[in-house]
């Protein structure tokens, strides 16, 4: 931690503005440089001025470069808004929660963070940024709070979805223990299984497939679980999905010719992306050959 005389600050506006962190504190507490932080409000820099990177000086400490408690705090002491909207994150829950910060997280939500706030496009709000990157701790702490967990918002639309696609099954049990809807309809994927069905996460899948995730439902970019699987050359989910359920709670295998997605079924998907494997596993199970895709023609044409 640097250690700096407060003489230093003499005569020096202590509000300038300017450059990546927008004005002196926000750069303090970006990098959890609590004495300076201190420093700077003793000489009268303005806790909730907006600006920069992160655009306040409060959601810099909870979600910058060094996450700090001791800066966080001087700055809740200090009268920092606390559910201030902006930013990279779009708030500082939101942000703590992204970056695993469990303390600071707690300290947001004794300070009356809003919990349910939306936040930036792509993290949506709290619980969806905690489950991108499997903080199923953190994810409980929310939930906690009232944390709804099929709070839509952001690229994978709500919080199962995202937990899915990075292949967090703690994260995504939790959810689904919590009254996640295991067929809420939204975001890149279109739904929780089509995103795991993408990210080649069998445990998940299963797990979905187990919850009652509807197997053939088509959205999203890729159409069914059973298309994206194919592009991604997912074999192993690929025969899961073909299955009439040996060890699953559903009553029937996937659609081998269902249309819908990018590339109108799984066997136009596999072919275009090269994935000989799958496409030799969907034609062992009678997949049309001839079946054809808007703009795509069949997928012997496309190979």
């Known amino acids: ?17 300017g450059g990546k962190y927008g004005h002196p504190l926000q750069a303090a507490s970006a990098h959890g440089h609590d004495e300076i932080v ?94 991108i990157n499997g903080h199923h701790k953190i994810m409980r702490q929310l939930i906690d709070k009232g944390a709804n967990v099929n709070a839509q918002g952001g690229q994978f639309s709500n919080a199962l979805q995202a937990a899915a696609a990075f292949g967090c099954p703690t994260s995504v049990e939790l959810l689904l223990d919590e009254g996640a809807k295991v067929n809420e309809e939204g975001g890149f994927f279109g739904y929780a299984l089509q995103a795991a069905s993408y990210r080649g996460k069998v445990s998940i899948v299963k797990l979905l497939l ?27 989910i690929v025969q899961l999905l073909l299955e009439k359920g040996a060890n699953l709670l559903i009553n029937s295998g996937a659609d081998l010719n269902a249309q819908g997605g990018r590339f109108g079924n799984a066997l136009r998907a596999a072919a275009m992306k090269g994935n000989e494997d ?26």
């Open 1 to 17: 931690m640097w250690s700096v005389h407060s003489t230093a600050l003499h005569d020096v506006d202590v509000n300038i503005s």
């Open 38 to 131: 201190k420093m700077l409000l003793d000489k009268g820099a303005h806790v909730n001025a907006q600006g920069g990177e992160y655009r306040n000086a409060f959601q810099a400490a909870a979600s910058g470069v060094e996450q700090d408690t001791r800066t966080v705090k001087l700055l809740v002491d200090a009268g920092a808004d606390v559910n201030t909207q902006a930013g990279v994150f779009g708030n500082a829950l939101q942000g703590a929660s992204y970056r695993g910060q469990y303390s600071i997280v707690e300290i947001l939500l004794e300070n009356k963070a809003n919990v349910n706030a939306d936040g930036e496009l792509y993290y949506g709000n709290a619980i969806q940024a905690a489950a």
């Open 210 to 236: 187990e919850r009652g995730s509807n197997i053939n439902v088509e959205g999203g970019t890729y159409g069914t679980a059973l298309q994206a699987a194919s592009e991604r050359g997912h074999e192993s």
């Open 278 to 303: 799958v496409v030799k596993l969907l034609l062992a199970k009678g997949v049309d050959v001839d079946a054809r895709g808007e703009g795509y023609g069949t997928a012997i044409q496309l190979a």
